[in-house]
């Protein structure tokens, strides 16, 4: 190579180095140290908002197979100043302060900015606002059209759907249905989700899960509603809730969290049916094997009394559940391996997460049953020292409902793809828990548990199975149990040939000692509702 080739090589490989680096220097500037310069570009290209494939949306639908939005793309607008180009900063401020309900002073300090080619006003803007702006004809104020997320439902169904949300400079789903199918929904490949949950169901339950919560001063609340034979949720709230198109004036972001499958709790005597359940596949107890009920049962050192600190004589099993006794079902417990109990409690789902398509799910603590300890194990019989997930509950008397078959639970029914493909989502079993005849026998139980002692829980016409908890909540960091509990109910109609499970919780109840007072009359009202809107048959004929 001549000596002046070289030359102009080096030159022209110098400038472009510069040129390179000048490039990455100005990106860098624009996106770093003045993003708001980047960003008003976009805006005024109307880009902002709109960047990459539309997500996909979400629906609902009703029993005649209706579909209702859910989540949806909706076009708003952002509205922005170049404050270089206000000519009338007092009339602009005064203006756009009362159409958008901001604080005039700020919005002023916003527009008057010197040397500042881009400021936001407001985002999401609904388009009659918008329209009412554009007429003003606001010198430097511009408006960009953008798409986002909207919730027709607004705080319905709000644990089930999430939101949309920003994660740095990215929307991104959050919680709920939005957070677990996230990266399907942004990828625009799935255009729509179908989702099993029905919005004439949904608004039943979260009426009467609000009325209860305020009418017992309690904390908060959850109502779960099953299709025990195939998983499917055709319901799922819990109070307090939250509006996803305002997610982002939320105080308290605790609200955003779907306890129903986040949070594990000390349940109770709900659990009693699934420690019953254990015996009679174990065949170390039938429905009519007796035990002499002292009141009392001595455990090494410690002692385990009935809720009411009575003895009861000789009772059966039935009666144990009828009567919730902690020593009939301790009795059982004793009965069984250790072995074997763990084993159940693990086929029964609690321990593991369910696999429901919502995002958060909980595995609960079934850390005790490490121990082996006789005193841990009798407290587990009737649901203390093991903590579980509302989902999981549901699940696991579903199952019972289910001939002894656990399914897995879902709430995404439909995929409809971009090129026009529909996929339906498959029932799943999660595996035989126990025998048809077990569950069978367990459901007349629960059935003779309603009669016999629940009469605010029966529905006119129908064998409903059923069952309450009333569990006193773990002192924090401490041995022992506060005075707080935990109210729940559990069940299933038409007994014998299940269409629903329903799950009914209330988180420190105040004024009413138990469950059996403060959820028995909602579980009858939202069971009645279900059989008669889906027109199930009575199966009592008085």
Known sequence: MKPNEARRINVLFIFFSIAAFLIVARFAYLQIIRPEIYLGNLARAGLVGDIGPERGEIFVRDRFSAEKPLAINKAFFLVYAEPDKVEDPGRVANALSGILNLDR?????????QNDPYEVIAQKVPEDIGNRIKELDLKGVKLSAQKWRYYPYENMAAHISGFVGMK???????????????????????????????????????????EMVEKWGASGGSVVVIEPSTGRLLGLANYPDFNPNEYAKVEDISFFKNSAVSDQFELGSVF????????MEEKAVAPDTTYEDKGIV???SWYIQNSDGKAYGTRTMTQVLERSLNTGVVFVQ??????????????????DKT?????????????????????EFANMSFGQGIAVTPIQMISAISALANGGVLMKPRVVDEKIYADGERQ???????????????????????????????????????LVAGKTGTAQIPEKGKKGYSEDTIHT?????????????????LDRPRGVRFAAESLTPVFSDIMSYLLSYYEVPPDLTH
């Open 298 to 300: 001595s455990i090494g």
């Open 105 to 113: 002073d700020e919005l002023f300090k916003k527009i008057t900015k």
């Open 424 to 462: 339906i989502t498959p029932s799943i079993e999660a595996g035989r828990v126990v025998s048809k005849e077990t569950a069978l026998a367990l459901t007349k139980m629960l059935v003779s548990v309603v009669e016999n002692g629940y009469d605010k829980a029966k529905v006119p016409g129908y």
């Open 334 to 351: 004793q009965k069984i391996s250790k072995d074997n109990f763990k084993k159940y409690v693990k086929n029964f789902g609690f321990g």
């Open 272 to 279: 009693k049916p699934i420690t019953m359940a254990m015996g």
């Open 168 to 210: 740095g400079d990215e929307k991104t789903g959050q919680y709920g249905v939005e957070g677990f199918y996230d990266d399907e929904l942004k990828s625009g490949w799935t255009q729509k989700l179908i989702l099993s949950l029905n919005p004439e169901v949904q608004f039943k339950i979260e009426e009467k899960l609000k």
């Open 489 to 505: 109910f559990v069940g299933y109609a038409p007994a014998y040939s299940s269409r629903f499970s329903v799950l009914i919780k």
């Open 355 to 375: 696999g429901v398509d919502l995002s958060g799910e909980a595995a609960g603590d079934t850390r005790n049953l490490k121990t082996n300890g006789d005193i």
